[in-house]
């Protein structure tokens, strides 16, 4: 049976505030408008990340949840920037930057237009908010790879007091941020299978998939050597936050990151393995009696729902002339617990049509694209290459992440960061190659183009 808060027009009925939230979420704010750019996104994470969604203040029935009200306060720091500086994406607006707004957008537009409600536009308005705001908030706080190498470590220790907090609910069965009210989170523990799952403050599956995709990245800051302690504190808590969950998408999701750092030294060779995983899924799918989407439904690490993850994705293609113009309301009549659409690709489809699908997946796409134009252009320089295949295989972690949930809420923080972690890191390696085959002169001319997002040919001589 589909939980009722899942329905269209749920939600609190008033305000739902505790003080020690309030006064965080104030000098959150505070801090947001009046730190330096590159350490604002410490102020800006840390409560998005650990304050309960259903913390909420409730203006004229519009919920305005303490990530949204973050959200606004980046997005005002971000416009006073705009009026005294044009460069308020450090990068410049990348093609990576192209699909996620168009994402986002296309998403709120198909959605809106399928239902023709007003109360469903203002909800979408909402979700454009935590989406496309959020993604243009860190962009502007991700300037360069210090600020890069900061985000990471806040999600340290972001992991870390969640896996501390998952940790004492698995001995304790009492979630800590039930103790600050209703914050959306179910009084009773989870349990399935006879063994309860932490949630922490995103939920089981949020959680630890936020936990698994971050794992390359935490292992990039321990080979570097600097601020190993964040890398150790990060692993721990990613770790209990796996383990506690008891879910499997975020162990598949650590096993892709994992799989993706062991194919480094085969770095070179990439194009050919790609090819032949296709050609090998095409085999598979002409050999046997079931589509290879089946083959998902095999993937069962224990207290796993791989059947229903198969379910979704085989009867959207199924049902596609119904979903591929404005998507569909009604998906939840196709099979049971179709309502359920934890997947991020299904979830795209079914709200936003064959267009909003395409688009994620061109987000995708160009990350992968871009890291790995950006490794051949820094070839030779190892430790830059490693970084790029670090964040290379978190964003394939992801992926395989995507599979098993969609991503909502704060865990959609995440989702956002990594598109703009590659833009700019990206950006600075095509950067650190002007830098190295140009003279001065050349290279301030060729860096104009590169931050308006062209690519110039680079002399070798």
């Given at each position: ?35 330096p750019r590159k350490k604002a996104i410490v102020a800006f994470l840390l409560p998005v990340l650990m304050i309960p969604m259903g913390q909420v203040v409730l203006i004229g029935g519009v919920h305005f949840t303490m990530m949204r009200i ?149 292992l990039w800051v321990w080979t570097e050597g600097k601020s190993r302690w964040a890398a150790y504190a990060g692993l721990a808590g990613a770790t209990a936050m796996l383990i506690t969950t008891h879910a499997s998408t975020p162990w598949m ?209």
């Amino acid at each position: 049976m589909e939980p009722k808060h899942n329905r269209f027009g749920g939600g609190a009925t008033a305000t739902l505030l505790h003080p020690v939230v309030a006064i965080g979420t104030l000098i959150a704010i505070v801090l947001i408008l009046t730190l330096p750019r590159k350490k604002a996104i410490v102020a800006f994470l840390l409560p998005v990340l650990m304050i309960p969604m259903g913390q909420v203040v409730l203006i004229g029935g519009v919920h305005f949840t303490m990530m949204r009200i973050l959200i606004l306060a980046g997005l005002v720091r971000a416009a006073k920037f705009k009026s005294s500086s044009s460069s308020w994406l450090s990068t410049g607006f990348t093609p990576i930057d192209q699909v996620v707004v168009l994402w986002t957008v296309s998403g709120f537009i198909v959605t809106t237009i399928q239902w023709m409600n007003s109360q469903m536009l203002i909800a979408q308005l909402g979700n454009l908010l935590d989406a496309l705001g959020a993604y243009l908030v860190l962009r502007f706080f991700i300037t360069d790879g210090e600020a890069l190498r900061r985000t990471i470590k806040v999600f340290a220790v972001i992991c870390a007091i969640q896996g501390f907090c998952m940790i004492n609910e698995q001995i304790t069965g009492v979630n800590v941020f039930n103790l600050l009210g209703d914050g959306g989170i179910p009084v009773e523990p989870i349990i399935r299978d006879g063994v309860l799952r932490s949630s922490g403050v995103m939920g089981p599956l949020g959680a630890g998939s936020f936990a698994g995709v971050l794992v390359p990245l935490f292992l990039w800051v321990w080979t570097e050597g600097k601020s190993r302690w964040a890398a150790y504190a990060g692993l721990a808590g990613a770790t209990a936050m796996l383990i506690t969950t008891h879910a499997s998408t975020p162990w598949m999701a650590l096993g892709a990151g994992l799989v993706g750092l062991g194919f480094w030294p085969l770095r070179k060779r990439m194009r050919i393995l790609r090819w032949g995983l296709a050609l090998i899924l095409v085999a598979l799918h002409l050999a046997m009696k079931a589509p290879v989407w089946h083959l998902i439904s095999r993937l069962d690490l224990g207290s796993s729902s791989s059947w229903h993850r198969y379910t979704l994705i085989n009867q959207t293609i199924l049902h596609f002339r119904d979903w591929w113009l404005l998507g569909y309301r009604y998906y939840d009549q196709w099979d049971w617990d179709m309502w359920d659409t934890s997947n991020l690709f299904v979830t795209a489809a079914l709200s936003g049509g064959l267009i909003t699908l395409v688009l994620v997946i061109a987000v995708f796409k160009r990350s992968f694209g871009a890291i790995g134009t950006a490794r051949k252009r820094v070839s030779g320089d190892r430790k830059q290459e490693w970084f790029l295949w670090c964040l290379g295989s978190a964003l394939f972690a992801c992926v395989v992440a995507c599979f098993g949930i969609a991503f909502l809420y704060q865990s959609q923080m995440l989702l956002y960061a990594l598109p703009a972690f590659i833009s700019v890191a990206t950006f600075e390696a095509r950067r650190a190659a002007v830098r190295s085959v140009n003279p001065p002169d050349q290279e301030r001319l060729e860096l104009a183009f590169v931050g308006a997002g062209t690519d110039l040919p680079l002399k070798t001589s």
